[in-house]
Protein backbone atom coordinates (compact mmCIF):
# COMPACT_ATOMS: atom_id res chain seq x y z
CA UNK A 1 0.00 0.00 0.00
CA UNK A 2 3.30 2.36 1.07
CA UNK A 3 4.51 1.91 -2.65
CA UNK A 4 1.02 2.62 -4.37
CA UNK A 5 0.56 5.63 -2.45
CA UNK A 6 4.17 7.25 -2.74
CA UNK A 7 4.13 6.62 -6.67
CA UNK A 8 0.37 8.58 -7.14
CA UNK A 9 1.28 12.18 -7.18
CA UNK A 10 -1.09 14.69 -5.69
CA UNK A 11 0.43 18.04 -4.62
CA UNK A 12 -1.31 20.94 -2.83
CA UNK A 13 -4.34 21.25 -4.67
CA UNK A 14 -3.96 18.37 -6.84
CA UNK A 15 -4.89 15.22 -4.44
CA UNK A 16 -7.08 14.10 -6.52
CA UNK A 17 -5.65 10.68 -7.51
CA UNK A 18 -4.41 10.20 -3.64
CA UNK A 19 -7.87 10.82 -2.61
CA UNK A 20 -9.64 8.34 -5.02
CA UNK A 21 -7.17 5.96 -4.09
CA UNK A 22 -8.21 6.21 0.16
CA UNK A 23 -11.76 6.46 -0.28
CA UNK A 24 -11.29 3.30 -2.76
CA UNK A 25 -9.83 1.34 -0.01
CA UNK A 26 -11.88 2.74 2.67
CA UNK A 27 -15.23 2.92 1.88
CA UNK A 28 -16.59 -0.36 2.63
CA UNK A 29 -15.47 -0.25 6.35
CA UNK A 30 -16.66 3.26 7.60
CA UNK A 31 -18.36 6.39 6.50
CA UNK A 32 -17.43 9.63 4.84
CA UNK A 33 -17.51 12.65 3.10
CA UNK A 34 -15.31 14.70 1.28
CA UNK A 35 -15.53 18.90 2.18
CA UNK A 36 -15.69 21.61 -0.30
CA UNK A 37 -11.50 22.03 0.52
CA UNK A 38 -11.13 18.13 -0.86
CA UNK A 39 -10.30 16.80 2.69
CA UNK A 40 -11.74 13.30 3.57
CA UNK A 41 -13.37 13.21 6.92
CA UNK A 42 -13.94 9.41 7.48
CA UNK A 43 -16.15 8.17 10.58
CA UNK A 44 -15.28 4.85 11.97
CA UNK A 45 -17.49 2.61 14.25
CA UNK A 46 -16.09 0.91 16.94
CA UNK A 47 -17.51 -1.48 19.58
CA UNK A 48 -17.99 1.63 21.93
CA UNK A 49 -19.39 5.11 22.02
CA UNK A 50 -16.39 7.36 23.81
CA UNK A 51 -17.22 10.27 25.94
CA UNK A 52 -14.96 12.06 23.78
CA UNK A 53 -14.23 12.86 19.88
CA UNK A 54 -11.02 11.55 18.69
CA UNK A 55 -9.29 12.50 15.95
CA UNK A 56 -7.01 11.09 13.76
CA UNK A 57 -5.28 13.14 10.86
CA UNK A 58 -2.75 12.70 8.10
CA UNK A 59 -2.05 15.06 4.97
CA UNK A 60 -2.61 13.47 1.52
CA UNK A 61 -0.59 16.21 -0.90
CA UNK A 62 3.09 16.08 -1.35
CA UNK A 63 6.10 18.67 -2.02
CA UNK A 64 5.87 19.36 -5.89
CA UNK A 65 5.88 22.22 -8.97
CA UNK A 66 3.28 24.31 -10.93
CA UNK A 67 4.01 25.93 -14.01
CA UNK A 68 4.07 29.56 -14.31
CA UNK A 69 5.42 30.45 -17.54
CA UNK A 70 6.94 29.17 -21.45
CA UNK A 71 9.81 30.52 -22.67
CA UNK A 72 10.04 31.07 -26.53
CA UNK A 73 12.62 28.42 -26.90
CA UNK A 74 9.89 25.92 -25.23
CA UNK A 75 11.46 25.88 -22.09
CA UNK A 76 8.99 25.77 -19.05
CA UNK A 77 9.18 28.12 -15.85
CA UNK A 78 7.45 26.91 -12.84
CA UNK A 79 7.28 28.00 -9.24
CA UNK A 80 7.45 25.57 -6.13
CA UNK A 81 4.53 24.31 -4.26
CA UNK A 82 5.40 23.67 -0.56
CA UNK A 83 9.25 23.54 0.77
CA UNK A 84 11.42 22.59 -1.73
CA UNK A 85 15.33 23.66 -1.67
CA UNK A 86 16.12 24.14 -4.93
CA UNK A 87 19.80 21.99 -4.21
CA UNK A 88 17.49 19.13 -4.58
CA UNK A 89 15.66 19.92 -8.01
CA UNK A 90 18.45 20.50 -10.04
CA UNK A 91 18.95 17.65 -12.89
CA UNK A 92 15.71 15.88 -11.57
CA UNK A 93 13.63 14.06 -13.89
CA UNK A 94 9.51 15.25 -13.39
CA UNK A 95 6.50 14.81 -15.22
CA UNK A 96 4.40 17.67 -15.46
CA UNK A 97 0.28 17.71 -16.02
CA UNK A 98 -2.16 15.38 -16.26
CA UNK A 99 -0.55 13.60 -18.98
CA UNK A 100 2.64 13.15 -17.34
CA UNK A 101 5.04 14.92 -20.11
CA UNK A 102 8.55 13.88 -19.50
CA UNK A 103 11.19 16.26 -18.25
CA UNK A 104 14.22 17.59 -16.46
CA UNK A 105 14.96 20.44 -13.87
CA UNK A 106 17.43 22.32 -16.57
CA UNK A 107 20.65 23.54 -14.99
CA UNK A 108 23.60 25.21 -16.22
CA UNK A 109 26.55 22.53 -16.64
CA UNK A 110 29.07 23.31 -13.93
CA UNK A 111 32.27 23.88 -16.37
CA UNK A 112 29.59 27.46 -17.76
CA UNK A 113 29.55 28.49 -14.32
CA UNK A 114 30.98 31.94 -13.22
CA UNK A 115 33.15 31.69 -10.00
CA UNK A 116 30.09 33.60 -7.99
CA UNK A 117 27.52 30.89 -8.84
CA UNK A 118 29.84 27.95 -7.99
CA UNK A 119 29.18 28.12 -4.29
CA UNK A 120 25.17 28.74 -3.82
CA UNK A 121 22.07 27.53 -5.51
CA UNK A 122 20.20 29.13 -7.85
CA UNK A 123 16.73 30.45 -7.26
CA UNK A 124 13.64 28.96 -8.40
CA UNK A 125 13.54 32.18 -11.03
CA UNK A 126 16.66 31.09 -12.59
CA UNK A 127 15.30 27.44 -13.45
CA UNK A 128 13.69 25.73 -16.04
CA UNK A 129 12.01 22.66 -16.73
CA UNK A 130 13.27 21.29 -20.30
CA UNK A 131 10.53 18.43 -21.80
CA UNK A 132 12.30 18.44 -25.30
CA UNK A 133 10.38 21.07 -27.20
CA UNK A 134 12.02 23.46 -29.41
CA UNK A 135 9.80 26.44 -29.14
CA UNK A 136 6.88 27.82 -27.31
CA UNK A 137 3.70 26.38 -29.47
CA UNK A 138 5.27 22.86 -29.34
CA UNK A 139 5.39 23.22 -25.57
CA UNK A 140 2.01 25.05 -25.20
CA UNK A 141 0.81 21.91 -27.04
CA UNK A 142 1.06 19.66 -24.24
CA UNK A 143 1.52 21.43 -21.33
CA UNK A 144 -1.01 24.75 -19.98
CA UNK A 145 -0.18 27.35 -17.25
CA UNK A 146 -1.19 26.37 -14.21
CA UNK A 147 -0.42 22.69 -14.66
CA UNK A 148 1.27 20.98 -11.90
CA UNK A 149 4.79 19.30 -12.04
CA UNK A 150 5.83 16.47 -9.85
CA UNK A 151 9.08 14.65 -8.79
CA UNK A 152 9.58 11.39 -11.09
CA UNK A 153 10.80 8.77 -8.38
CA UNK A 154 10.90 5.17 -8.18
CA UNK A 155 9.53 3.73 -4.94
CA UNK A 156 12.95 1.42 -3.84
CA UNK A 157 14.35 -0.53 -1.06
CA UNK A 158 17.86 0.17 0.56
CA UNK A 159 20.36 -1.91 2.65
CA UNK A 160 18.70 -3.59 5.34
CA UNK A 161 15.01 -2.62 5.40
CA UNK A 162 15.21 1.19 4.33
CA UNK A 163 13.11 2.57 2.16
CA UNK A 164 13.34 5.23 -0.60
CA UNK A 165 10.46 7.26 -2.64
CA UNK A 166 8.89 10.38 -2.98
CA UNK A 167 6.08 11.49 -0.89
CA UNK A 168 6.82 9.75 2.33
CA UNK A 169 5.52 12.46 3.94
CA UNK A 170 2.93 11.99 4.72
CA UNK A 171 1.43 8.50 3.01
CA UNK A 172 2.86 6.69 5.33
CA UNK A 173 0.17 8.68 7.78
CA UNK A 174 -2.43 7.83 5.09
CA UNK A 175 -1.28 4.02 5.27
CA UNK A 176 -1.53 3.73 8.91
CA UNK A 177 -4.99 5.50 9.52
CA UNK A 178 -6.12 3.21 6.25
CA UNK A 179 -4.56 0.01 8.11
CA UNK A 180 -6.77 1.31 11.27
CA UNK A 181 -9.98 2.19 9.38
CA UNK A 182 -9.56 -1.63 7.80
CA UNK A 183 -9.41 -2.85 11.50
CA UNK A 184 -11.70 -3.45 14.16
CA UNK A 185 -11.73 -0.79 17.16
CA UNK A 186 -12.65 -0.11 20.26
CA UNK A 187 -13.98 2.88 19.85
CA UNK A 188 -15.22 5.53 17.15
CA UNK A 189 -13.14 7.46 15.73
CA UNK A 190 -12.80 9.89 13.29
CA UNK A 191 -10.17 10.20 10.77
CA UNK A 192 -9.21 13.18 8.92
CA UNK A 193 -7.06 13.12 5.26
CA UNK A 194 -5.96 16.30 4.80
CA UNK A 195 -5.30 18.46 1.64
CA UNK A 196 -2.70 21.43 1.19
CA UNK A 197 -0.81 21.14 4.62
CA UNK A 198 2.17 21.53 2.74
CA UNK A 199 0.76 24.86 1.72
CA UNK A 200 -0.44 26.31 5.42
CA UNK A 201 -1.98 23.38 6.97
CA UNK A 202 -5.15 25.03 5.07
CA UNK A 203 -7.31 21.74 4.87
CA UNK A 204 -6.84 20.26 8.41
CA UNK A 205 -8.25 24.20 9.75
CA UNK A 206 -11.23 23.27 7.49
CA UNK A 207 -11.71 19.39 8.84
CA UNK A 208 -11.23 20.05 12.38
CA UNK A 209 -13.98 22.51 12.61
CA UNK A 210 -15.90 20.29 11.10
CA UNK A 211 -15.60 17.79 13.72
CA UNK A 212 -14.77 19.22 16.51
CA UNK A 213 -12.58 16.87 18.39
CA UNK A 214 -11.75 16.63 22.33
CA UNK A 215 -8.20 15.35 21.29
CA UNK A 216 -6.49 14.42 18.01
CA UNK A 217 -3.40 12.78 16.65
CA UNK A 218 -1.71 13.71 13.91
CA UNK A 219 0.54 11.66 11.69
CA UNK A 220 3.28 12.71 10.08
CA UNK A 221 6.99 12.44 8.49
CA UNK A 222 9.53 14.48 10.26
CA UNK A 223 13.02 15.26 9.59
CA UNK A 224 15.89 13.11 10.50
CA UNK A 225 19.47 14.81 10.78
CA UNK A 226 21.38 11.43 10.85
CA UNK A 227 24.07 12.12 8.48
CA UNK A 228 27.53 11.27 8.57
CA UNK A 229 29.18 14.26 10.83
CA UNK A 230 26.15 15.30 12.57
CA UNK A 231 26.11 14.59 15.94
CA UNK A 232 24.71 15.19 19.33
CA UNK A 233 21.22 17.68 19.06
CA UNK A 234 21.60 18.01 15.80
CA UNK A 235 20.92 14.49 14.50
CA UNK A 236 17.38 15.89 15.84
CA UNK A 237 16.01 12.40 15.39
CA UNK A 238 17.52 8.55 14.18
CA UNK A 239 16.45 6.16 11.63
CA UNK A 240 15.99 3.42 13.50
CA UNK A 241 14.99 4.53 16.99
CA UNK A 242 11.30 4.25 16.63
CA UNK A 243 8.69 6.71 15.90
CA UNK A 244 9.15 10.12 16.84
CA UNK A 245 6.81 11.67 19.72
CA UNK A 246 6.90 15.49 19.60
CA UNK A 247 7.01 18.48 22.68
CA UNK A 248 6.91 21.13 20.01
CA UNK A 249 7.61 22.44 17.02
CA UNK A 250 7.32 26.07 14.98
CA UNK A 251 3.63 26.00 15.08
CA UNK A 252 2.39 23.58 18.45
CA UNK A 253 3.52 23.29 21.71
CA UNK A 254 1.73 19.67 21.92
CA UNK A 255 -0.01 18.69 24.95
CA UNK A 256 2.04 17.81 27.92
CA UNK A 257 -0.25 14.87 29.84
CA UNK A 258 -0.97 13.50 25.69
CA UNK A 259 3.48 13.29 25.30
CA UNK A 260 3.76 11.71 28.35
CA UNK A 261 1.16 9.35 28.08
CA UNK A 262 2.63 8.04 24.37
CA UNK A 263 6.50 8.10 26.34
CA UNK A 264 4.89 5.93 29.06
CA UNK A 265 2.61 3.98 26.92
CA UNK A 266 6.30 3.21 24.52
CA UNK A 267 8.08 2.07 27.61
CA UNK A 268 5.81 -0.01 29.12
CA UNK A 269 5.16 -2.15 26.26
CA UNK A 270 9.21 -2.01 25.32
CA UNK A 271 8.57 -0.26 22.34
CA UNK A 272 11.41 2.24 20.97
CA UNK A 273 10.56 5.65 20.60
CA UNK A 274 12.12 9.12 20.54
CA UNK A 275 11.43 12.69 20.87
CA UNK A 276 12.67 15.79 18.41
CA UNK A 277 15.99 17.10 20.14
CA UNK A 278 15.34 20.62 17.68
CA UNK A 279 12.13 22.75 17.83
CA UNK A 280 11.84 22.89 13.96
CA UNK A 281 9.04 22.34 10.99
CA UNK A 282 4.74 22.09 11.68
CA UNK A 283 2.31 20.21 10.59
CA UNK A 284 -1.10 20.07 10.77
CA UNK A 285 -1.53 19.97 14.61
CA UNK A 286 -0.65 23.45 14.32
CA UNK A 287 -4.36 24.32 12.95
CA UNK A 288 -6.19 21.65 14.67
CA UNK A 289 -5.06 22.70 17.97
CA UNK A 290 -6.35 26.04 17.57
CA UNK A 291 -9.94 25.39 15.44
CA UNK A 292 -12.85 26.28 16.76
CA UNK A 293 -13.27 25.40 20.78
CA UNK A 294 -9.55 24.11 20.43
CA UNK A 295 -8.05 20.44 20.57
CA UNK A 296 -5.38 18.25 23.16
CA UNK A 297 -2.88 17.46 20.31
CA UNK A 298 0.21 15.06 19.76
CA UNK A 299 2.31 14.33 17.05
CA UNK A 300 3.46 10.80 16.49
CA UNK A 301 6.12 10.99 13.42
CA UNK A 302 8.37 8.57 11.06
CA UNK A 303 11.93 10.07 10.98
CA UNK A 304 13.28 10.73 7.61
CA UNK A 305 15.83 11.57 5.88
CA UNK A 306 16.21 14.35 2.83
CA UNK A 307 12.56 15.34 3.43
CA UNK A 308 10.76 16.97 0.60
CA UNK A 309 12.93 15.72 -2.23
CA UNK A 310 12.12 12.86 -4.91
CA UNK A 311 14.66 10.46 -2.52
CA UNK A 312 13.48 10.48 1.04
CA UNK A 313 14.46 7.33 2.86
CA UNK A 314 13.13 5.97 6.24
CA UNK A 315 13.19 2.53 8.07
CA UNK A 316 10.76 0.02 7.76
CA UNK A 317 11.21 -0.59 11.26
CA UNK A 318 10.30 2.99 12.52
CA UNK A 319 7.13 2.26 10.65
CA UNK A 320 6.30 -1.01 12.51
CA UNK A 321 7.01 0.33 15.73
CA UNK A 322 5.24 3.35 15.37
CA UNK A 323 2.06 1.17 14.15
CA UNK A 324 2.28 -0.54 17.59
CA UNK A 325 2.46 2.33 19.27
CA UNK A 326 -0.43 4.14 17.75
CA UNK A 327 -2.46 0.90 18.61
CA UNK A 328 -1.41 1.04 22.05
CA UNK A 329 -1.94 4.93 22.74
CA UNK A 330 -5.64 4.37 20.95
CA UNK A 331 -6.11 1.86 24.26
CA UNK A 332 -5.39 4.67 26.37
CA UNK A 333 -6.12 8.09 24.81
CA UNK A 334 -9.86 7.47 25.55
CA UNK A 335 -9.83 7.00 28.89
Given at each position: ???????????????????????????????????????????????KKPNKT???????????????????????????????????????AVTVGENRINGVIADKAYHLLEDSEKDKAPSFDKLLIDIGAKSEKEAQSVVSLGDFAYFESDYTEL??????????????????????????????????FNVQEEVGLRGSKCTSFAVGADVSIVL??????????????????VLGNGGVVSFMDNRTIYDRELYKLAMNTAKENNIPVQTKTAVAGGNDAGSVQTSGKGAKVMALSLPCRYIHSPSSVVKK???????????????????
Open positions: MLKDLCLLNGTSGDETCVRDYIINEIKDYCTYKVDNLGSVIAYKKGKVSINAHMDEVGFIITGITSDGYLRFASVGGIDTKVCLDRGNGYIKAKALDDRIGCMLMIELIKSELEYDTVFCEATTAGDLDGVEGADRVCSDIDNTRKLLKEILKKIYD
